[in-house]
């Protein structure tokens, strides 16, 4: 058998249709490129917003402690494995509650009790123990003590000279008032 040979004309136009198929090569010439974009500037770092009400204000670290006693119980409120910095205890005896604000004061002592309904500036009296504080005395039945038990779960312990203490209106709150009541 004979080897099959295609015409001349014939194998040129295979090789220009084979070629056409070939995808061509690209330029090497240099491209222009557009300069990236300039990163967006980042923010400078901001201080934390400045509270426009007491109500946005952090929480005052800590927690509530209840300890009950025969002569009324006592709401603490501070960090574990120190002082309180905030007390309620209950007299019986007077059927009044005691505020005190660990601190020294300075100035005139005064405590302002700020709560959702109602804002407070007590009398007080700074003591003169070992832990200075600052001491103000409510009667049990005294409304203030139902706004801070209430007050859409905190409320404000201001003494000038310290920190203002923002404060949960938890549990031990209102079973120290209701033991006086």
């Known amino acids: 058998m004979k080897p099959f040979r295609l015409p001349v004309a014939a194998s040129l136009t295979l090789a220009l249709a084979l070629a056409a198929c070939v995808p061509q090569p690209r330029s090497t010439a240099p491209v222009q490129t557009m300069p990236a974009p300039a990163p967006a500037p980042v923010p400078a770092p901001s201080q934390a917003p400045v509270s426009v009400s007491w109500m946005d204000a952090p929480q005052t670290p ?34 009044s509650i005691m505020l005190s604000r660990a601190g020294q004061p300075s100035g005139a002592a005064r405590m302002t009790i700020r709560t959702e309904s109602q804002t407070r500036t007590l009398p007080a009296a700074a003591t003169a123990s070992a832990l200075p504080a600052v001491e103000a005395r409510l009667a049990a039945s005294d409304r203030l003590l139902d706004a801070m038990a209430l007050s859409k779960g905190r409320f404000a312990v201001e003494v000038p000279g310290t920190p203002t203490l923002f404060l949960p209106s938890w549990a031990e709150v209102s079973r120290a008032i209701e033991d006086c009541r």
Request: hydrophobic letters at 40%; glycine letters at 14%.
């Open 62 to 95: 800590g927690d509530w402690f209840y300890t009950g006693a025969f002569a009324g119980g006592v709401a603490q409120f501070g960090e574990a494995r120190s002082e309180a910095r905030f007390t309620m205890r209950c007299d019986t005896a007077s059927r």
